[in-house]
């Protein structure tokens, strides 16, 4: 099925530094969902867009709904070994209720 | 329940058997989704389901693969003669409702079910 093109794939970074990841995709989206996913876990929902140009904040995250509505970004500032997992972004079309999903970016933090 | 509860949390089957995996929604959400996620895949879309609506099976890879929701709560995912191709985690969500606001089309997950086929 269609996914979307998620980047990086994966980032080994040191605590204290800002993350950066973001998602592309050739079909316009109407929601656009930011997961994070521990080892042994389900996804959990991060944060939510719904208007094209929304920038959203939870905590040191932050997310934006591209204008174009075919991308999104995800920003962790400050990382802590604690953001270990993988985030996934995930897109919804208007009246389609089958979420899109990338191929996430694992990210490991040095303590 | 306080959250999406699936069961069992992992499986060793071999080769040929049949398989059933539980789901257990969040109290009061109309849909369910189950997923497939391979390893190193995203999320893989096998079938929905919403309130007493025929269920969406566009997802499903084979005939092998089938699901049922009974009394509009509880799932179960059947996979008929296991092939070790079938291994991944198998994971259901569930939403509020769809087709009404969009924060009630959001999905929450549970903690899956890893399927080792060998």
């Known amino acids: 099925g269609q996914q979307l093109n998620q980047s990086p794939q994966s980032m080994f970074i040191q605590e204290g530094e800002d993350v950066s990841m973001n998602c592309t995709s050739s079909s316009i989206f109407n929601t656009w969902l930011w997961y994070k996913q521990e080892p042994g876990e389900g996804p959990v929902l991060l944060i939510a867009l719904y208007k094209a140009g929304e920038l959203t904040s939870n905590g040191r995250l932050t997310a934006q709904f591209g204008i174009t509505r075919k991308d999104s970004f995800l920003n962790i500032s400050a990382s802590i070994p604690s953001d270990v997992g993988i985030y996934f972004c995930a897109g919804l079309s208007g009246g389609s209720y089958i979420s899109t999903f990338g191929r996430g970016t694992s990210l490991i933090v040095h303590p | 329940g306080a959250g999406v509860s699936q069961s069992p949390s992992n499986k060793v089957t071999e080769k040929g058997k049949d398989v059933e995996l539980r789901c257990d929604p969040i109290s009061g959400h109309t849909a369910l989704y189950w997923y497939r996620q391979s390893l190193g895949q995203g999320l893989e879309f096998l079938i929905y389901?919403?309130?007493?609506?025929?269920?969406?099976k566009s997802g499903l890879p084979s005939d092998r693969f089938s699901a049922e929701r009974t009394g509009g709560s509880v799932s179960t995912l059947t996979i008929q003669r296991t092939q070790q191709e079938d291994s991944a985690v198998y994971l259901c969500?569930?939403?509020?409702?769809?087709?009404?606001?969009?924060?009630?089309?959001?999905?929450?997950f549970g903690p899956g079910t890893r399927l080792l086929v060998l």
């Open positions: 969500a569930s939403s509020l409702e769809i087709g009404g606001w969009p924060s009630e089309e959001t999905q929450y």
């Open positions: 389901f919403q309130g007493n609506s025929a269920p969406d």
